[in-house]
């Protein structure tokens, strides 16, 4: 036809424009089936596709769900036990999928104690040597986990975390910082090491006289007390700059032990009695700082003063220098260990068997007696079955507990939580109906309604509403605002200048000066 039509052009009789006009309705009709039926393929197509696209997101949701709804269960067996992992388990339900039980389990958690921040050694996390205890840098930036045979460094920004070279086989090697950061020392099978700080690069390796040895860093200078295995005695060397080492001293019966970080002071118990002497003149007798009725079984200094353990499972702290009472008792537990801060202000006590938890006392006060501790919850899963030592972060702010498999470091700077008042249920109380914060955060104001006796003959009453605000700058004092009559349902708002607080009344809005009046 496009032939035909192309050789003649025009001219056509009627027969023939009636043939062209048909093949061409043809061809259009034709091109507009084709057209249609690929438009409803596509459709069809879509439609499939979006029919597919909808199970698949309903499948995945509906995956996402039960994950979460796995994690959720996971989270509430360990809320009780351990408040850490329970609220890991309950934020990764919380990014599979939003519900409210699941914000709920995660504030339960928040409330149980501060959580940790767990970093996990050894196999399977990885090749290296496990963590029994550890030590940190003078200045926070490092810390070193002592294992079997190898020390382990990591960096405070996390960039560093690698095993140094090993020492010979379960010599249970222990590690000190220098005062300026500048070194690690270590002693382990028999063998002092020394390396540089930030490459840990290996310096120097000596020997020692047994292989039960470990390093004192103070502020004069490098020590060494080895254990004698033949003599039954303790060798107190002191190690200079240039590698050369003097000894200080021999005591017989192994004694328990210390140094003060000022490197003046080696405290040492004999039965229940505790004596102190000097460094600087080891000749000169040691002076005696006081006696208990049971024996001392560990010697431990805290900061300028003197703690000791008793084999009853108290601790007691002493003054080094002049007459005074000491501080304490200090309970602990059966397995029990301590440990202080830097300063000698804070003490640590945690047991070293499940169930774990860690029992901290702010020593600041100075108090003849020991206050009551505040008590951080600690790992519990059986992953963590141990906790051999723990450490004060150099500043106070953490501390770190080692669980063999895993070192957890527990923020210090979380204040306990306390209750302002009893607003159920107690007395003529009948509950807090409403509440909010000032935008300054630095008062907290609430509705509580209570009921109230009409007269002492009857006991009819009536109720009201009372507008309490709390001084939290102020440490949380008390004052009421206002009383208005009973409020069921009652909303709350304060204006962003801090003058007034608006409460919703039946036909209208009370506002009410937070200054008073």
């Not at 197509?45 to 709804?69: D, H, P």
């Not at 030590?135 to 294992?147: E, M």
């Not at 020692?208 to 103070?218: A, Q």
Request: charged share 20%; glycine share 10%.
């Amino acid at each position: 036809f496009v032939a035909w039509r192309e050789r003649y052009p025009g001219g056509l009789t009627e027969v023939e424009e009636a043939f062209a006009s048909a093949m061409t309705s043809l061809a259009t009709r034709r091109k507009r089936v084709r057209r249609l039926a690929g438009v409803a393929v596509v459709v069809v197509f879509a439609a499939v596709a979006l029919i597919f696209a909808g199970l698949w997101r309903s499948s995945v949701a509906e995956t996402r769900r039960a994950e979460a709804a796995k994690l959720l269960a996971l989270a509430q067996l360990q809320l009780d036990v351990s408040p850490t992992e329970a609220l890991a388990y309950v934020t990764s339900s919380l990014e599979l999928a939003d519900a409210g039980s699941a914000r709920l389990l995660a504030l339960e958690a928040l409330a149980g104690g501060p959580p940790a921040t767990v970093l996990e050694v050894g196999p399977p996390a990885d090749d290296g040597d496990y963590a029994h205890t550890l030590v940190f840098s003078r200045d926070g930036a490092w810390a070193a986990f002592q294992g079997y045979e190898a020390i382990r460094v990591v960096s405070r920004d996390g960039r560093v975390n690698r095993c140094l070279e090993p020492f010979s086989s379960q010599s249970n090697p222990s590690a000190a910082f220098d005062p300026e950061g500048r070194y690690l020392f270590a002693c382990g099978g028999g063998e002092l090491r020394t390396w540089s700080v930030p490459d840990f690069e290996l310096l120097d390796s000596r020997p020692l006289p047994t292989r039960r040895s470990y390093p004192i860093v103070t502020r004069s200078g490098l020590y060494v007390i080895s254990y004698e295995a033949d003599t039954d005695e303790i060798v107190l060397s002191a190690n200079g700059s240039d590698g050369t080492q003097t000894l200080v001293g021999r005591m017989d019966g192994r004694p328990p032990c210390a140094i003060d970080q000022q490197g003046r002071w080696f405290a040492f118990a004999r039965g229940s009695e505790l004596f102190v002497r000097s460094l600087e003149s080891w000749q000169d007798p040691p002076r005696r700082i006081g006696s208990h009725e049971v024996p001392v079984v560990g010697v431990r200094f805290a900061g300028d003063r003197i703690a000791v353990e008793l084999e009853s499972g108290e601790i007691w702290i002493w003054p080094v220098e002049g007459a005074g009472e000491p501080l304490g008792p200090f309970p602990t537990r059966e397995h029990g260990r301590y440990h202080f801060d830097a300063a000698g202000k804070t003490l640590g006590e945690y047991a070293s068997q499940p169930p774990f938890s860690v029992n901290v006392w702010n020593l600041g006060s100075g108090r003849s007696t020991a206050g009551p501790p505040r008590r951080v919850p600690v790992l519990a899963n059986a992953r963590y079955e141990f906790l051999n030592g723990a450490r004060f972060a150099p500043d106070g702010s953490w501390f770190a507990t080692a669980h063999v498999g895993a070192v957890a470091f527990w923020p210090l700077t979380h204040e306990d939580s306390k209750i302002l008042a009893e607003g159920v249920a107690s007395g003529t109380a009948l509950g807090f109906r409403e509440l909010s914060f000032t935008p300054d955060g630095r008062f907290l104001i609430a509705i509580l309604a209570e009921r109230m006796e009409s007269s002492r003959q009857t006991a009819a009453g009536y109720t009201q509403s009372r507008i309490e605000v709390w001084d939290l700058e102020a440490g949380g004092p008390k004052r009421t605002l206002a009383v208005l009559p009973f409020l069921a349902v009652p909303q709350l708002a304060i204006d962003p200048l801090q003058r007034f607080v608006a409460v919703s009344i039946p036909g209208g809005v009370a506002l009410v000066p937070l200054a008073g009046g």
